[in-house]
């Protein structure tokens, strides 16, 4: 874990400026900046053409004192274990952050998915299934969907975890279809809590939502969901960009036309209803709300000094680099970090696992109503401790986080 420029070490840094300023007592700090396991397996597989080929898998449990390792499996050819152990760790946070009673876990397969037939990929997730059985389950560890992952690979998962304990168990995973116990509701978690922190900023920051200029980069499932729900609260949707090409109209998009466009051309690349914009512009734009839905390290210090939204929303997992975060919070850009503005996908998840667990199933207005108390009350806790100790959200994101770990970590005490 010593690695340089690794993953892991840019969260140790974000947790590191948190725990100071919580005063986190040495030894706590200690256990929480060690993952707790880290699991390695080999998947040999019987490709198309006969071959056999053996895959690496990982799946880490970085803390479960919460309760069950929660986080999604990711299928791809980058792979490594120091970024699905970062991935667990974040996953960690998040979960405190939304006061859901989940440790963080990540796992993930060293392969390219896009080469392999609809028969390897069943083959794969099924032996990666049985090599990882033992530490997964209800109770120990409940994968999800995640890079490359679908709710198909979860049905998988849950059907061989169910072949091997010999009855159906449905809240071994989350991301499921619903005809198999998945939650109503899910699929547009992620986006409706980034809506609901936006528009909270909004308040706390004393502008009206309804006519706020956004901006958002990606029109993937959180992208679209949040431009949706953000117009649907009388927001201005001014420009979209995604994979291929982007669209820019100062008078507000029409989002309703761009979901049946993207749904019939896969991209919005070319929508009618616009002139063309890049990523690079779109980021310039003076808007109120910019929310970042796409990739990875998007706002850089090269872009950042350029940006003059009022509000950066991360609806994407680490869209902005340390550096350009500093830079934004210093020019009074109110940044709400990813593992607040997008905790609205396991927050939904943990309602997916709760109603499994009951076998009693809730309505998507029932789902809709525990997201909005949720994570409206994850704003506020952070909000509340960023004035208290005076630093940003991000910061005051981890402190909540860390907080309520290590509080529950030394009420529990040493197992020796």
Known sequence: MDAGGSIFNAMLQEFDGAARLLGLDPGIWKILTSPKRQITVSCPIQMDNGEIEVFTGYRVQYNITLGPAKGGIRYHPDVSLDEVTALAAWMTWKCAVAHVPFGGGKGGIICDPTRMSRRELEALTRRYVAEIIDSIGPEKDVPAPDVNTNDQIMAWVMDTYSMHVGHTSTAVVTGKPVEMGGSLGRREATGRGVMI???EAA??????????TVAVQGFGNVGSVSADLLAGLGAKIVAVTDWKGGVYNGDGLDIAKMLDFARQHKTIDGFPGGEPIEN?????LEVDVLVPAALENQITMENAPSIRARV??????????PEAHRH??????FVIPDILA??????TSYFEWVQDRHGYFWTEAEV??????MMFEAFQAVLQTSLKYKTDMRTA???VAINRVATVTKMRGMYA
């Open 328 to 333: 934004l919070h210093e020019r009074g850009v």
């Open 197 to 199: 922190v936006t528009r």
């Open 368 to 373: 809709n109503h525990r997201l909005e108390a």
């Open 397 to 399: 994101a981890y402190i």
């Open 280 to 284: 690079e512009a779109l980021f310039k």
């Open 342 to 347: 997008n905790a609205g996908g396991v927050t």
């Open 312 to 321: 950066v929303t991360e609806g994407a997992n680490g869209p902005t680099t």
């Open 203 to 212: 308040k706390h920051l004393g502008f009206d939502i309804k006519g706020a």
